[in-house]
């Protein structure tokens, strides 16, 4: 398998549960991206990692907790969301190390989430 | 604060015609500027990537050009095709791999 996977394609979820988006990669990137893409929104870059590090966290409540465990796989932890949270979330992953971002971003088709 | 924009927001020509989708940005330190694709209910793929210090790239029939003076870039898209139906986004591109979005030119190519 090629690219870059999301799992569930969809989901619904109530404002009490706890659910987990996952994102993989198969194309030896370091670098991997979750955004968010709301209904007449631009896309809002959400958390980047860098080699399995956080390097940037766009003012994100903490209902969003990432997970980076190696290079090739992203987590979405979510709990107790609001209605407004509902969106496709994105997964997207680059070669980009040290401030070298010159590379396209290979997006996943996303996870579309509803919340109840 | 960088913000990006689109214009227009609707697009819709007949089938072999040339088109131009704009895009400008608020601040010129940028670090690229990167054009997608999108399709109903799916991803993004991308189509150029425009480095700060290039001021075009092509692929096929598309060209995009970046002017970070004025703080614009085109997508010009030659001899359309059903096919090219989507939305497009262009998105400012900082030395962090935070990339700003537009909200999208959504062009519908008619046969």
């Known amino acids: 398998e090629t690219g870059v996977t999301q799992t569930p394609r969809h989901l619904v979820m109530g404002m009490t549960n706890k659910k987990s988006l996952k994102c993989e990669q198969h194309?030896?990137?370091?670098?991997m991206y979750w955004y968010k893409q709301s209904a007449k929104k631009p896309l809002e870059l959400m958390f980047v990692?860098?080699?399995?590090?956080?390097?940037e966290n766009n003012s994100v409540p903490s209902r969003f907790s990432p997970e980076c465990p190696n290079s090739s796989h992203l987590f979405l932890h979510l709990h107790t969301l609001q209605p407004e949270d509902s969106a496709l979330y994105l997964c997207?992953?680059?070669?980009?190390?040290?401030?070298?971002?010159?590379?396209?971003?290979?997006f996943g088709n996303g996870t579309r989430l509803t919340v109840t | 604060k960088q913000e990006v924009t689109q214009i227009p927001a609707a697009l819709s020509v007949p089938e072999g015609e040339n088109l131009v989708l704009n895009c400008s940005f608020t601040?010129?330190?940028?670090?690229?500027l990167q054009w997608f694709r999108q399709d109903p209910g799916k991803g993004l793929t991308s189509l150029l990537l425009?480095?700060?210090?290039?001021r075009e790239q092509t692929s096929g029939r598309l060209n995009a050009s970046l002017d970070k003076s004025s703080g614009r870039s085109t997508l010009y898209i030659a001899a359309s095709q059903p096919g090219d139906s989507a939305t497009y986004l262009c998105?400012?591109?900082?030395?962090?791999?935070?990339?700003?979005f537009g909200q999208g030119t959504t062009l519908q190519v008619k046969p």
């Open positions: 194309l030896g990137h370091n670098a």
């Open positions: 990692y860098s080699l399995e590090e956080r390097v």
């Open positions: 425009i480095q700060s210090s290039q």
């Open positions: 998105a400012a591109g900082g030395n962090t791999g935070k990339l700003i």
């Open positions: 997207a992953s680059s070669q980009g190390v040290g401030g070298q971002y010159n590379s396209p971003l290979h």
């Open positions: 601040d010129s330190a940028i670090y690229n």
